[in-house]
């Protein structure tokens, strides 16, 4: 049984070696002699978590450092009396700083901050910024030391650099018309419009949804793919790590790739939106990224002139890829009574007969359906599972062609969204309890599926599917009469799944859960 570990504050990362007989002949150590166990700690072990690099410059600049202690489950006192010294001394003639708290006194550029309360926060935060005749590129560094009792002590440092590299991303073009198999070119180009070439790694991303297929050709770029199993082109990314040095931006400079990415249009895509974006690691931050690595040469940055096709103000952007294709969405309805005497189910489906997967972007649906239910007859409550992939989609009230609320029970006029599209061959589904009022005459409802939010042309190629009627049978017990108008009546309910099969009815919850893009 592993021993019980205290940890005060935050667990560092641990790395385990073991050793193993490598060769014949070897001899497996600890069979004969088992080896001692190591000793447990007798006080609590101290970590110093802070920047390792921080640029300044005329404004303001926050930073954080924290500390915190564990025992490796020997279950030592807890430590007291933290004292953090921060040693800005190195700084004079290159930045200032400042520390605003209560428990830090300063003597000149030195700063001791004391908690004599364990329940004290073991964080504090500084403020740097530039001297004025301070040079871009020169630095200093700051030492953090902290000591306590019943614990050991740490230090750790930072170096603080005068000038702020900031890269903003190239426009890229939109493609349209593009024939469905063909290859396009991805292009970017990078400016720094800060004071400081790029002193740290640069990261691109680029995370696409809609069914374009990136090729695997740069050693230094990871490629990823969706988790969707029916659409397994739906979403991609690629990430690409670039190092210091020969990559780097010089200040006012512009760089572009040494060669585009290159993606194919898959069969699937209508319309294929893909978000770029560059950033700065922190050193030694892991980049996370695609699991499948390039296999070819590295990808790299090279200099370029002129402002090539304009630049968007900041580090991300956009590009869509419309491809000539069509997705068929159909409108699909199937009635039968509920459990409930006097009350009717309404599944609504909404079917994307193909060939192009149809997706939404950002929150916006791809498509909504129309519901109007037949004269006499009022919505009681709607079925919406909360999870991503629940089979039910949500429906709100409709108030107007622009404009929805949240689900209201006793009315005729429901709008329900597409959340996240519909692959090709898929099918959207809704559910709505109904209740048909005494003079229910047997008239009919329509659903009809029209273009969402998102405004993306389906290019539907048999718009006669797009609309359906229904109708429903006469209540099965003695109702009261439905309202005139669409007054409510009830309240509305939401089927949401728990344990074992078991549903239960609540109020309305229309929370929906943004898809999140392949990371």
Not at 155 to 178: I, N, R, S
Not at 208 to 213: K, P, Y
Not at 496 to 512: D, Q, Y
Request: aromatic share 4%; hydrophobic share 40%; glycine share 12%.
């Amino acid at each position: 049984m592993n021993p019980k570990r205290t940890v005060f504050g935050a667990m560092p990362a641990a790395v385990v070696l073991a050793l193993a007989p490598s060769a014949p002949g070897a001899v497996a150590l600890g069979h004969d002699a088992p080896a001692a166990p190591s000793p447990l700690p007798t006080q609590a072990h101290a970590t110093i978590n802070a920047e390792e690099q921080i640029n300044v410059g005329q404004r303001a600049q926050p930073a954080t450092v924290d500390w915190m202690f564990w025992d490796g489950g020997a279950q030592v006192p807890v430590p007291t009396n933290d004292s953090l010294v921060i040693d800005a001394r190195d700084l004079a003639g290159i930045a200032s700083v400042t520390v605003d708290d209560p428990r830090c006194t300063a003597e000149g550029r030195v700063f001791t901050c004391v908690n004599e309360d364990a329940p004290q926060s073991r964080s504090v935060e500084l403020v740097l910024r530039a001297d004025a005749h301070a040079a871009p590129g020169v630095g200093g560094t700051i030492t953090y030391t902290l000591t306590a009792d019943r614990a050991t002590g740490a230090t750790a440092k930072a170096q603080v650099v005068v000038g702020t590299p900031k890269l903003d991303v190239g426009k890229v073009p939109d493609v349209t018309h593009a024939r469905i198999g063909s290859r396009i070119t991805v292009p970017l180009r990078l400016r720094n419009t800060g004071d400081l070439a790029t002193d740290r790694r640069i990261m691109l991303r680029w995370e696409s949804q809609g069914g374009l297929v990136f090729d695997r050709k740069f050693s230094n770029c990871a490629y990823g793919e969706g988790d969707e199993p029916r659409e397994p082109g739906g979403q991609t990314s690629v990430t690409c790590v670039f190092p210091v040095s020969s990559d780097s931006v010089p200040a006012g400079g512009t760089v572009e790739l040494s060669s585009p990415l290159t993606a194919t249009v898959g069969k699937r895509v209508l319309t294929a939106v893909t978000d770029y974006s560059v950033r700065l690691l922190k050193p030694r931050e892991q980049p996370g990224g695609g699991s499948h690595q390039g296999a070819g040469p590295a990808l790299t940055l090279t200099r370029a002139s002129g402002g090539g096709g304009g630049f968007e103000h900041g580090a991300q952007g956009r590009f869509t890829v419309a491809a000539d294709n069509s997705a068929d969405l159909a409108a699909d309805t199937t009635t039968k009574q509920a459990r409930r005497a006097g009350e009717w189910l309404l599944d609504i489906n909404v079917v994307n007969h193909g060939p192009a997967s149809a997706y939404g972007v950002d929150d916006k649906a791809v498509a909504v359906v129309d519901v109007v239910l037949p004269k006499g007859v009022v919505a009681g409550g709607t079925a919406h599972m909360q999870e991503e992939d629940g089979p039910y989609g949500p429906c709100l009230l409709r108030v107007s062609s622009t404009t929805t609320a949240p689900f209201e029970a006793g009315h005729r006029h429901y709008a329900c969204s597409v959340p996240f599209g519909v692959a090709a061959g898929e099918s959207q589904l809704f559910e709505l309890w109904v209740k048909p009022g005494k003079g229910y005459d047997g008239a009919k409802g329509r659903a009809t599926v029209r273009p969402g939010p998102a405004r993306i042309p389906l290019h539907d190629p048999d718009a006669s599917n797009d609309s359906v009627t229904f109708a429903f049978g006469a209540p099965a017990t003695p109702t009261a009469a439905a309202p005139s108008g669409d007054t409510p009546t009830a309240a509305g309910r939401t089927l949401i799944a728990v344990a074992a099969g078991a549903v239960l009815l609540s109020v309305v919850v229309l929370a929906v859960r943004r898809r999140g893009r392949t990371r």
